[in-house]
């Protein structure tokens, strides 16, 4: 339920309202524009080293912000990653586990818990958080945290229930559709947010981009497509001419609304923040120099970019190794408006306000991840993952529940990126300290956990649908 605004920002804002943009900034919290691409890993962002993919302004947001060179999506698959963005929890404690409609895989050595298919109305959100600190709220583009994907199935938990306040919803192609016709709703999602950006100068707001690019199926306009499967190294399995050409329209999309931010005068005092929801589809593209891809717990699966620009608060072209979760947005954009996470909320994440400010990274134990569920993109089976320090350790449930299926795997990340060496033989106590972290994790977020399945057919394993 939205909350009535604190009687201080109701005094200030008739004030910031009759003042131009420029001077109204000093007198208010900042904005927000978070910009979320689909199945997007680091490969295809050029400020993370790659050659290939080519994204001009998307690398701007490094070299006048903060590039993070470890960040992590929540799952490696979307919808639990955009229900831990909304409420700053982890997916084991919403139980939204895997994407909404999931794969019923009935026949797996293993059950799959029955995980949450919508996110509850009941959850606090953070746009309805920021709603009740007097902040305008738009979410243009993907939500996927509704019961159904397509309307009217989608209405009841859509996310004008959820404290958006103007709301476009839009949804990845079907392979027939025509890619010179906005295919991923790119233009579409473009268009409205220049238009709220215009509305919306004189107030606070929170303007949500969650992109369709580059999900599945990867199509482009043909001239596009042509002009990147021209290029050096097109053949090669980590660079995609197709997603090449999609993220050429998201960049320019992004230019965009960055020069609109400008021209409105909204530079100083707009948060911009980019991300991920998870790796990319192995399918589609190698992950290189990540290990593995979607639906995994590899760092191809679950390694994202997340650039953070804020014109003199965050010091340009900086560059932090700090790990972080998608369950870190919640606290940390409304400590940054100057009003923190109740004491009373259940939150995850942490802070990361005063490490934008210039801080040292936020003092956490580990990073959990928590993937009950088979997967046609997976590898392993259901699992969960740590992080802690520069060790990482992989957990394969059909081991754990069945003692069968891969063993746990240790690597450390600082020496070994690519996790090419499973270090789990050679160092069996820190194995069972990380196994224990892990358990002690799902104890405190009530994880469900699969079972051993009685109609187990090894002769029948795949489910009947793909995300």
């Given at each position: 339920m939205r909350r009535l605004l604190p009687l201080a920002i109701t005094l200030l804002l008739p004030v910031c309202l009759s003042l131009p943009?420029?001077?109204?900034?000093?007198?208010?919290?900042?904005?927000?524009?978070f910009i979320l691409g689909d199945d997007l890993g680091t490969p295809p962002i050029s400020a993370y080293g790659g050659t290939y993919y080519r994204t001009p302004h998307i690398d701007t947001l490094a070299r006048d912000g903060i590039t993070f060179t470890a960040a992590?999506?929540?799952?490696?698959?979307?919808?639990?990653?955009?229900?831990?963005?909304?409420?700053?929890?982890?997916?084991?404690?919403?139980?939204?586990?895997?994407?909404?409609?999931?794969?019923?895989?009935?026949?797996?050595?293993?059950?799959?818990?029955?995980?949450?298919?919508?996110?509850?109305l009941a959850a606090s959100t953070i746009a309805e958080e920021?709603?009740?600190?007097?902040?305008?709220?738009a979410h243009f583009g993907k939500w996927h945290l509704a019961r159904g994907y397509?309307?009217?199935?989608?209405?009841?938990?859509?996310?004008?229930?959820?404290?958006?306040?103007?709301?476009?919803?839009?949804?990845?192609?079907?392979?027939?559709?025509?890619?010179?016709?906005?295919?991923?709703?790119?233009?579409?999602?473009?268009?409205?947010?220049?238009?709220?950006?215009?509305?919306?100068?004189?107030?606070?707001?929170?303007?949500?981009?969650?992109?369709?690019?580059?999900?599945?199926?990867?199509?482009?306009?043909?001239?596009?497509?042509?002009k990147h499967r021209a290029r050096p190294g097109s053949d090669r399995p980590e660079n995609n001419p197709i997603i090449a050409a999609m993220m050429e329209q998201f960049d320019d999309s992004i230019g965009r609304i960055l020069a609109k931010i400008d021209a409105l005068g909204l530079r100083e005092n707009t948060v911009v923040i980019f991300n991920g929801d998870n790796g990319g589809l192995l399918g589609d593209a190698a992950q290189t120099p990540h290990r593995g891809g979607k639906a995994q717990l590899h760092e191809g699966g679950i390694?994202?970019?997340l650039l953070i620009r804020w014109p003199g608060v965050i010091t340009a072209g900086r560059v932090s190794g700090a790990p972080t979760s998608t369950v870190d947005f919640f606290p940390t954009l409304l400590e940054l408006t100057g009003k923190s996470v109740a004491a009373s909320a259940v939150v995850d994440g942490v802070s990361l306000a005063p490490?934008?400010?210039?801080?040292?990274?936020?003092?956490?134990?580990?990073?959990?991840?928590?993937?009950?569920?088979?997967?046609?993109?997976?590898?392993?089976g259901p699992a969960g993952a740590v992080r802690a320090g520069d060790w990482k350790l992989v957990e394969y449930f059909e081991h754990t529940v069945a003692k069968t299926g891969r063993a746990p795997e240790l690597y450390n990340l600082r020496t070994d990126p690519g996790e090419t060496k499973n270090l789990a033989a050679s160092d069996p106590a820190r194995v069972a300290n990380l196994l224990a972290m892990l358990a002690a994790h799902r104890a405190a977020t009530n994880a469900q956990m699969p079972t051993l399945n009685a109609a187990y057919d090894p002769n029948n394993l795949k489910g009947k649908n793909r995300e």
């Open positions: 943009a420029s001077a109204a900034s000093s007198s208010r919290p900042p904005n927000f524009v992590y999506a929540a799952c490696p698959v979307c919808s639990p990653t955009r229900g831990a963005l909304m409420t700053g929890q982890y997916p084991a404690r919403t139980r939204i586990t895997d994407f909404i409609s999931g794969n019923p895989f009935p026949f797996q050595r293993l059950k799959q818990p029955e995980w949450q298919k919508f996110l509850p920021l709603a009740a600190r007097g902040y305008a709220t397509f309307p009217p199935q989608s209405i009841d938990e859509g996310p004008d229930q959820q404290g958006f306040q103007e709301v476009l919803i839009n949804h990845k192609p079907k392979s027939t559709d025509d890619p010179e016709q906005d295919a991923h709703g790119v233009e579409a999602i473009t268009v409205r947010a220049l238009d709220f950006l215009e509305r919306h100068r004189d107030r606070p707001f929170f303007l949500y981009l969650p992109h369709n690019t580059i999900h599945a199926p990867v199509m482009a306009p043909r001239a596009l497509l042509a390694r994202v970019p490490h934008l400010r210039g801080g040292p990274a936020p003092a956490r134990p580990a990073i959990f991840w928590h993937y009950p569920h088979y997967h046609s993109a997976g590898d392993g």
